[in-house]
Nanobody, 115 residues
Framework: QVELVESGGGLVQPGGSLRLSCAAS????????VGWHRQAPGKERELVVIIRGGTSIKYADSVKGRFTISREYGKNTMYLQMNSLKPEDTAVYYC?????????WGQGTQVTVSS
């Protein structure tokens, strides 16, 4: 069983930065698929970034060059550094882990980009 808790969301002006954190309880292996998704109002949940097999990283085209995913293995924590934020990045952000062929989601954290 894995539980995920996100933090770090909030209100930021366009062009600003935020860093989201996702803390996992339970065993997470270095080769588990992990990542972030987001869901904007009235839209379907979409992939932001995923690390497959611990090594292959795929970013959505809309965030390439602006967002960076990282992991701190000893703390079972992953991060999403978001720079140059745009109003269209406004969404609830969810972290995700696939462990033992079971997918786990956090509760989500709201990110609002507005002046």
């Amino acid at each position: 069983q894995v539980e995920l808790v996100e933090s770090g969301g909030g209100l930021v002006q366009p062009g600003g930065s935020l860093r989201l954190s996702c803390a996992a309880s339970g065993s997470i292996f270095s080769n588990d698929d992990v990542g972030w998704h987001r869901q904007a109002p009235g839209k379907e949940r979409e992939l932001v970034v995923i690390i497959r097999g611990g090594t292959s990283i795929k970013y959505a085209d809309s965030v390439k060059g602006r967002f960076t995913i990282s992991r701190e293995y000893g703390k079972n924590t992953m991060y999403l550094q978001m720079n140059s934020l745009k109003p269209e990045d406004t969404a609830v952000y969810y972290c995700y882990v696939s462990h033992g062929s079971v997918g786990y989601w956090g509760q989500g954290t709201q990110v609002t980009v507005s002046s």
